[in-house]
């Protein structure tokens, strides 16, 4: 059964932890059919466009 050698040092062991943390910054993409701002692969909330088809009715 392995066993450490060596006790891991707090610095090595908050780096490791580290990574899970990390913050990967939402992509937003431009609407193809209106230009607004949008997530991508949803429905755009300004016209409801989405892959060249209206799939949410908007009543402004």
């Known amino acids: ?4 050698k ?5 610095s090595k062991r ?3 932890r ?5 913050i990967i910054p939402t992509q937003y ?11 991508p692969h949803r429905a755009c909330g300004a016209c409801g466009f ?3 088809r209206q ?3 908007k009543t402004r």
């Open 29 to 39: 993409i431009n609407c193809p059919n209106c230009g607004e701002v949008m997530l």
């Open 55 to 57: 799939v949410v009715a």
């Open 14 to 16: 908050d780096m490791r």
């Open 50 to 52: 989405y892959k060249g």
């Open 6 to 10: 060596r006790k891991t040092t707090p």
């Open 1 to 4: 059964m392995a066993v450490p």
């Open 18 to 22: 580290a990574q899970n943390e990390k």
